[in-house]
């Protein structure tokens, strides 16, 4: 029993900032890696930032030196920092994380609900 909610979305002008937060909680006994993917209609899901368990973090190009993502791993949250933004990063975010439940005792992908971000004058 794991659960993904992520929380932080919104309106935000071009050239502005916003912060998304995920949260994992539930049954854990460990989580492992951690992303933020974005959709668009018509869109396949796109993942946007990742961050290992060790800490290794990725982007996708569009977004290198803008976002930034990092985790606490003592409260099973993960973040999404977003820098100058731009219309183009308008989309729903998901949060994606792989956690270790207490019944399974294996790692299982979760996905949170969305949240909308929405870039525009």
């Known amino acids: 029993q794991v659960q993904v909610v992520e929380s932080g979305g919104g309106l935000v002008q071009p050239g502005g900032s916003l912060s998304l937060s995920c949260a994992a909680s539930?049954?854990?006994?460990?989580?492992?890696?951690m992303g933020w993917y974005r959709q668009v209609p018509g869109k396949q899901r796109e993942l946007v930032a990742s961050?290992?368990?060790?800490?290794?973090?990725n982007y996708v190009d569009s977004v290198k030196g803008r976002f930034a993502i990092s985790r606490d791993n003592a409260k099973n949250t993960v973040a999404l920092q977003m820098n100058s933004v731009k219309p183009e990063d308008t989309a729903v975010y998901y949060c994606?994380?792989?956690?270790?439940?207490?019944?399974?005792?294996?790692?299982?992908?979760?996905w949170g609900q969305g949240t909308q971000v929405t870039v525009s004058s």
């Open positions: 539930g049954s854990i006994d460990s989580i492992g890696f």
């Open positions: 961050i290992s368990s060790g800490g290794i973090r």
């Open positions: 994606n994380v792989f956690a270790r439940d207490d019944v399974r005792h294996a790692f299982r992908e979760y």
